[in-house]
C-alpha cells in the first residue's frame, strides 16, 4: 500500500447542505439596477398572477460564492488529473478559449442582429466549417446540432430523407456492437429499425458479416471509426463500396475522429455523413455534462438535404440562407451553439494543420503506452493494432476477488478517476482506457502504477473509502426517487 | 516529425522512451492499423499554428463591427433574453472542477456536480410549478421537440397534435423535422387578437389528439390564457404542453403546473445567460411526477453514500440511451450542464425577492416603452388588449424592416421586423425591453421613431 500512504487522502472539504437549508429571509445575493420608470404592480396588468413567490434561496454574495465552491472541491476534473475515461476523450482545455468565447465582443452577440454587426461571427462559423471539411474531406458541413447525439440523429434524418427524394421508404440502419448507445437510440428517434452485426474476432466488421443482411431496406450502415475498441475499420474501403453499390449510405460515428486527424479522412472512402463532436475532438469543456456541440459532414449525395438556416457567400458578405427545398428543416433554434463553435476555432488555430497531426499522433502513442505498461496484468481480448484507446477485461482477476468495477472503484481511492467500464458491450467486464495525448509520461505512470497496485492486493474493503462520499447506493435512489428538495413548508 | 506544441507534454526524449517501451521504432509503427488506402499523407488545410496573441489579436479583427464594438443598444428579444448577470456566475462556472469534469456516471467523483443538479431541479420544478424536472435539454426548442415526442409515449394510440400559432417560429421548424418521420399530423390553432384562440381550440381538438402545444408569454409578447386553455384539451383527453422562451415571466404569471399543464418545458437561458449569438443554452423539462418513466434527458436523485450521508447520483437511467438503446426515452446523452449551472447559480444569487423584483422591473419598463412608443405616433400597438411581459408588436407606418436598417446604422436595434419570420408582415416590430435597458434608452428608441419611421 505504498501508493496510497504517498496520496495526502486529507484536503480541506467542507461538508455543504443544498442552498435551501442555508436560506435566511432578507438576505440578498445581488443588487438590482434602481427602477427608473414608474412602477407597475403585476396584478394591475394580469387578470391572475403567480399564486406564490418561487421558493428561490436567500443568500448573500459571499454565502453563494462558498456555496458553490465547496461544492466544486468534491468533484475530479481533467484540471486535477488524468481522466481515462475511453471514447469519452478526457483532454486538456486550453483557457484561451473560455476568455475570448465568454469576452463581450462574443457573448453579447443576438442571432438577429443587424447582419453588419453580426460579419464576425459569421465568419468565425465559416472558417469552423471550412476546418471541419479539410479534417474530413467532406463537401458540406452543418454547425446546427447542439451535441454529438444531436448529430446523429440529424446525421440520420438526412439519410431518411436522401431515400425519401428517390421515392422509396428503407427503414433499417445497421450498427455495428461495438456502437455507442447513442446510434441505436438516435436511429429510433429519426424513426428507423436497427440491425446489429457482430464484430469478428479482430474487433472490425468484415464485408461477409455485411454481406449477410444487405439488403434493399438497408438505408445506412452506422459505425464508428476508429470503432470503440481503438481499432480502425481495416476493412471500411470494401464496406463504403458494397453499401453504396446498393444506394445504402455510410454513417461514420465522428467520436472518436481525435484519433485520425491528418491521418485518415472518412470522405476519402466514401463516407456519407458523420458528426463531430466538438467537446471531444476540438476539446470544448466537457461542463460536467455539456454543453457540446455536434456538427456534421456530409458527401454530396446529401448537401442538398442539410438542415437551414446554412451560410453563403454573398459578394464580401456572409448570410445566413433556409431557401433550400429539400432540406429537412430546423433541428435547433438559431445557429448551433455557437460559443462552442469558438472555442473549437480558437483550438484548431492554436495548433493549426500540422499540430492537429501531433495531436493524434501523440494521442495514439500514449494508448500504445499505456497497451505496452498493462497488458501483462489485464487481458487483452483483442490484439489488433491500438489507437487512441485500448480495451482491457478482468479475465486475468477471475480467480482473485476482484472485477472490472472493483478495479474501477479502487482507483478512486488512489486520486484518480477511472476508465470508462462495462463498455464496449461486445467485450465483457470491458476496461477501456484513453489517456489522450495531453497526459505527460509521469502522469501515465501514476495511473499505470496504481492499477498495478490494485491487481496486487486484492483483499481490499469495500472501496472508495478515501472520498467525499463513499459508494453512493445507485438502488434506492431509483426505488425511493427524490428528485427535488423537499421543503418544510 | 511529430510538431512540438504547448497542449502536449510529451518531449523529443520523451517520446523516444514511450516508442521504445511499445516496441516500436517511429510513430508510423504505431499506424499500422490504418490500410494505407484510407491514409492521408497531405497536410489539413487549417493554417499554421498560432499563438494566444495571434489569435486574439484576429478576433478583435473579426468583431470590430459587432454590436459590442459599438457599445450597440438592442431592443431584440425573440425567444433570447438581455438580462443582468453578477459577475459571479462567470467567475464560479470558470472553475475547472465544474468546467473540465465529466458527465457524473461516478457518483463518488461528481458531488459537486449532482448537487447542483439537484438543486437545479428543485427550482425549475418550483418555478414551472411542476412536480419534476429532468437535469436539462439542449434548449427551449428541443425540449418542446422532445415533449412532443414524450406525449406521442403517454398517448400511442393518437396521431393528432395541435400547436398554437403562436408559438415561436423556429421552435415549430424544429418540431416539424423532429416528427417529419413519425406519423404525426400537426395542425394549428389560429389566434384571435393575438392569443390563442380558445374557440377554435375547442372546435379542433378531438379525442385523436395526443396533445395541445401552446407558448406563453407567446412569440408576440401576449399572456396566454392557460388555464381556459388546458381545460379545453383536457375535455377531449390531450395532453397539455406550455412552452416557455422567457422564464423570468414566471415570477409574475401563474406557472404551468398551476394552470393544468402535464409536461412544461422552456428556456433557461433567460436565467443570465450569456446570448452567445443563439448558443448554448440550456433547455428545461418538466412534467408531473405519473410521467417520470416518460421523460426524456438525465435525472438527478438524492441517496445515501454507505456511510448513510445524504449524496446523490443519476437515477432512472433504465430510460437512457446507454442502458436501453433504440428503446430509450430519448438519444440525447451530453446535454447543458454547465449552462445548468449557469442558470443554478444565478437563480441562488438573484433569490427569491430578487427574482420577483426583476419580473417587476421587466414589466414596468416595458409598459413605459409601450406609452412611450405609441406617444411618437408613429407606431401603434398591435394587441392592445392583450397584456405582456417584456415584449410587444408595434405596427409601423411603413415598412418595419427599412426602420430596422436605418436605427442600426445609427447603433439601435429597435426590435426584430417581424417580415423575418412572415414576408406578409411588413410592418410589425417586436420590441423586447428587459431591466437592462434604462429611461434613457427607451427615450432614445422613441426619438429614433420619430426622425426616422
Known sequence: MDFLKKSTGHAVVLEEPPSFENSRPGAVGTDLPSLDVPRIDPQKIYKKTRSKKARLPELSEPEVMRHFTRMSTWNYAIDLGIYPLGSCTMKYNPRLNEEIARSGELSEAHPYDPIAWSQGHLRVMWELTEDLKGVTGMPGVSLQPAAGAHGELTGLMLVAAYHKAKGRQRKTILTADTAHGTNPASAALAGFQIVQIATGEDGVIHPEALAAVLNDDIAALMTTNPNTLGIFEKNIQTIADMLHERDALLYIDGANLNAVLGLSRPGDFGADVIQFNLHKTFSTPHGGGGPGSGPIAVSERLVPFLPIPRLEKKGEQIVLVDDTPQSIGRVKAFYGNYGMFIRAWCYIRALGGEGLRAVSENAILNANYMRSQLKDVLNLPINAPTLHEVVFNDRNQRETNLDTTKIAKRLIDYGMHPMTVHFPLCVKSAIMIEPTETESRSEMDRFVNAVKEILSTPNVEQAPTRVFRERVDETKAARELRLTYRFKD | ?453
Open chain 2, 1 to 453: 516529425m511529430t510538431v512540438q506544441h504547448r497542449f502536449l507534454p510529451t518531449t523529443p526524449a520523451d517520446r523516444a522512451d514511450l516508442l521504445k517501451a511499445c516496441g516500436a521504432n517511429s510513430i508510423e509503427d504505431l499506424l499500422i492499423g490504418i490500410p494505407a488506402n484510407v491514409r492521408f499523407n497531405g497536410v489539413l488545410p487549417s493554417g499554421p499554428a498560432q499563438s494566444e496573441l495571434e489569435i486574439r489579436r484576429r478576433i478583435r479583427t473579426l468583431m470590430k463591427d459587432g454590436r459590442y464594438a459599438k457599445n450597440a443598444l438592442s431592443f431584440i428579444g425573440a425567444g433570447i433574453y438581455d438580462h443582468m448577470c453578477p459577475s459571479a456566475v462567470n467567475q464560479l462556472t470558470l472553475r475547472g472542477e465544474f468546467l473540465t469534469s465529466y458527465t457524473p456516471y461516478q457518483p463518488e467523483l461528481s458531488q459537486g456536480t449532482l448537487q447542483a443538479l439537484f438543486e437545479f431541479q428543485t427550482m425549475v420544478a418550483e418555478l414551472f410549478g411542476m412536480e419534476v424536472s429532468n437535469a436539462s435539454h439542449y434548449d427551449g426548442s428541443t425540449s418542446l421537440a422532445e415533449a412532443a415526442l414524450m406525449a406521442m409515449r403517454l398517448n400511442k394510440d393518437k396521431k393528432r397534435l395541435l400547436v398554437s400559432s403562436s408559438v415561436h417560429p423556429e421552435y415549430v421548424q424544429v418540431l416539424k423535422t423532429y416528427l417529419a418521420n413519425l406519423g404525426v399530423e400537426i395542425s394549428f390553432v389560429p389566434l384571435e387578437e393575438g392569443v390563442t384562440s380558445l374557440n377554435s381550440l375547442k372546435s379542433l381538438v378531438t379525442d385523436e389528439v395526443m396533445a395541445v402545444i401552446i407558448q406563453s408569454p407567446n412569440f408576440y409578447g401576449c399572456v396566454e390564457d392557460l388555464e381556459s386553455l388546458a381545460a379545453a384539451a383536457k375535455a377531449k383527453g390531450a395532453l397539455f404542453i406550455v412552452s416557455t422562451p422567457e422564464t423570468l415571466s414566471l415570477a409574475v404569471l401563474p406557472s404551468p403546473g398551476d394552470c393544468g399543464a402535464d409536461i412544461a418545458t422552456g428556456e433557461g437561458q433567460s436565467f443570465g445567460v450569456p446570448q452567445s449569438f443563439g448558443g448554448p443554452f440550456v433547455g428545461l423539462f418538466t412534467s408531473k411526477m405519473e410521467f417520470v418513466r416518460q421523460m426524456p434527458g438525465r435525472l438527478c436523485g438524492e441517496t445515501v453514500d454507505a456511510q448513510g450521508r445524504r449524496s446523490y447520483t443519476l437515477t432512472l437511467s433504465t430510460r437512457e440511451q446507454h442502458i436501453r438503446r433504440d428503446k430509450a426515452t430519448s438519444n440525447i446523452c451530453t446535454n447543458q450542464n454547465l449552462i445548468a449551472l449557469w442558470a443554478t447559480i444565478w437563480l441562488t444569487m438573484i433569490g427569491k425577492e430578487g427574482f420577483h423584483e426583476l419580473a417587476v422591473q421587466n414589466l414596468s419598463k416595458t409598459e413605459y416603452a409601450k406609452e412611450a412608443l405609441v406617444a411618437t405616433g408613429k407606431a401603434k400597438l398591435r394587441f392592445a388588449k392583450q397584456s405582456t411581459f417584456n415584449e410587444f408588436v408595434v405596427d409601423l407606418k411603413g415598412s418595419a424592416q427599412d426602420f430596422f436598417e436605418k436605427a442600426a446604422a445609427r447603433g439601435v436595434a429597435p426590435g426584430v421586423a417581424l417580415s423575418r419570420f412572415d414576408g406578409k408582415d411588413t410592418t410589425g416590430l417586436l420590441v423586447c425591453v428587459t431591466e437592462k435597458k434604462s429611461r434613457e434608452d427607451i427615450d432614445t428608441l422613441a426619438q429614433l421613431l420619430r426622425e426616422l419611421a
